[in-house]
């Protein structure tokens, strides 16, 4: 196909709706004073200077050896100096290689060769920690930030340096389709080494776009609040460009200084993951909970908590199942009244909930969901130099999520459990979800993973790991009671364990691994222990 042409399938877009490079180029021309970002404080960046940025960014890369292509790595938080590199990348047909910012050692090491990044854009706060690892093809390092880093096998360049005027650019050696390799995220990597993500522009698009979350639109500005080494950072960065709209961007997620940020930056969408919905919810109420400009907010997972969230702060509240592999294949209407539901397949993708041979289990069954789309790389292309990986994935011709689901006669899919976290205890499959959905209900806890630890009678105890809202006390007795009332006997936790935060990764997700490896401490409290128990009921 030549530059000049475009794809006959219908299914795929043209260049110019979904490839980075002529989405800005477009932009500019359409709308240049319009704001594209917003940093709050004042800061902001409109379309045309969006692009003078990028191309200078862009131009400045190409002169460092750049090519259409290639993977280039970027280690840095939530800044103005990482949005541009990412689009400026992607400007090149270059391939975005974010890492996570919290990387060090080994784990940092494994991401580092398994990019075949030759040039890392990184925080000088981040990286001296390059001098202690293997730097595989790693040869040119782009220093963000204030310190002086030198790093032996490395030419540095600071970034304010690496620009060069548009005239300078070279044009693609071919022009950038939408099935090209748009970046490579690394999962968090809870349960193994961190897995390189294949990621096309139309899997981007297929993921958030305008047919997928149908309900943002161009009007809208949405909120990053994630960090862009994640899916929920870099994706919905590049799916408002996709619609023309704007973005805010904030550093981290913080309870004190969300809402001041939102109002400030009026912002019309935002997202919330794990306990970030809780963690507002639980402030203290304000004559200023009604005081922003948010219409829609995404809540994941869809706790009891969701009613409240909107009656309190006057938003509309979505829910939508999604992972870093796939493109929002269930998204929920507004206000969902079922509470825990993750909403019906979307319209362009094939669901299916099966057992381990990957044949179809019943209606209201719990299967492992898999799922397939009707668009050409409408989900990923694979793990980066794992073939393995990718294959048993990708078995059957199908994509394995991983996460246990059920379906109820209205069409309505719950998630039910990691397939690997899921307890089993004397003889009953325990979903880890359903018992945090329950210790959360609490008011005294703040945030919850359920795991399994071993037994003495073989299978496993439930563990509760809590942490307490700030200023409370859990009292491990007293929970326990609360939950006798709330949930099946055989579901009642053996062990509650407080800590004051849980460990996290930095995508907010649990590091239920490491809670497992700590297992039973002298800090954990034994119902058995203290002489409790918990009786059947005799029917």
């Excluded at 970027?74 to 100096?81: C, D, G, M, S, Y």
């Excluded at 023309?244 to 400030?264: C, H, K, L, Q, Y």
């Amino acid at each position: 196909m030549s530059d000049n042409q475009q794809c006959a399938d219908p299914r795929i877009p043209p260049r110019e709706k979904v490839v980075v490079r002529y989405l800005i180029d477009q932009l500019a021309k359409q709308q240049p004073e319009q704001d594209y970002v917003l940093f709050g404080q004042g800061q902001s960046i409109n379309y045309r200077q969006l692009r003078s940025e990028v191309v200078s960014k862009a131009a400045g890369l190409q002169q460092l050896g750049v090519q259409q292509g290639e993977h280039v790595a970027v280690w840095l938080p939530n800044i103005r100096e990482c949005l541009i590199s990412f689009l400026a990348i992607n400007y090149l047909g270059a391939v975005y290689v974010p890492f996570n910012t919290a990387y060090v050692g080994n784990i940092l090491e494994h991401v580092v060769e398994n990019s075949d990044a030759k040039l890392i854009i990184a925080h000088t706060a981040l990286a001296p920690e390059l001098a202690n690892i293997e730097l595989a093809q790693l040869q040119t390092l782009v220093l963000v930030g204030p310190d002086k880093v030198a790093i032996d096998g490395l030419a540095s360049q600071r970034y304010d340096h690496v620009t060069a005027e548009e005239s300078q650019l070279k044009p693609p050696a071919k022009a950038i389709e939408p099935w090209d390799i748009q970046s490579i995220i690394y999962t968090s990597g809870t349960t193994g080494p961190s897995k390189g993500v294949l990621s096309s522009y139309l899997h981007m698009y297929t993921n958030a776009g305008p047919e997928t979350w149908h309900f943002v639109g161009a009007d809208d500005r949405f909120l990053v609040n994630m960090p862009m080494f994640h899916i929920g950072g870099m994706g919905i960065a590049y799916n408002m460009l996709v619609r023309g709209a704007s973005i805010a961007i904030m550093e981290n997620f913080s309870t004190d200084t969300f809402w001041p940020f939102v109002r400030e930056t009026q912002c019309s969408a935002i997202f919330m993951l794990g306990v970030m919905a809780s963690f507002l919810l639980k402030q203290p109420s304000t004559e200023q909970d009604r005081d922003h400009a948010v219409r829609l907010a995404f809540m994941v997972p869809l706790t009891e908590e969701a009613q409240q969230f909107r009656q309190r702060f006057g938003i509309d509240i979505y829910t939508i199942f999604n992972m870093t592999e796939i493109s929002s294949p269930i998204v929920s209407a507004p206000n969902p009244l079922k509470t825990g539901t993750c909403g019906k397949a979307r319209p362009g993708v094939d669901v299916r909930l099966v057992d381990s041979n990957d044949c179809e289990v019943a209606n209201g069954e719990t299967g492992e969901m898999i799922l397939r789309t009707d668009r050409p790389f409408g989900m990923n292309s694979g793990y980066y130099k794992n073939p393995e990986a990718t294959s048993s994935a990708w078995r059957n011709g199908w994509f394995h999520t991983g996460d246990c689901f059920r379906k109820d006669a209205d069409g309505f899919y719950y998630f039910v459990d990691r397939v690997k976290d899921a307890i089993r205890r004397r003889g009953e499959n325990i979903s880890s979800f359903e018992v945090e959905a329950e210790v959360i209900a609490h008011p005294a806890v703040q945030e919850v993973a359920a795991i399994g630890v071993a037994s003495e009678h073989s299978e496993d105890e439930v563990m509760i790991v809590v942490a307490a809202v700030a200023g409370q006390q859990i009292d491990p007795e007293a929970l326990l009671a609360f939950l006798l009332e709330r949930m099946p006997r055989f579901m009642v936790p053996r062990y509650i364990r407080v800590l004051e935060a849980l460990p996290k990764t930095p995508t907010a997700k649990v590091q239920k691994v490491l809670l497992r490896q700590q297992g039973v401490c002298s800090n954990t409290w034994d119902r058995e222990a203290a002489g409790i128990k918990v009786k059947r009921k005799i029917i």
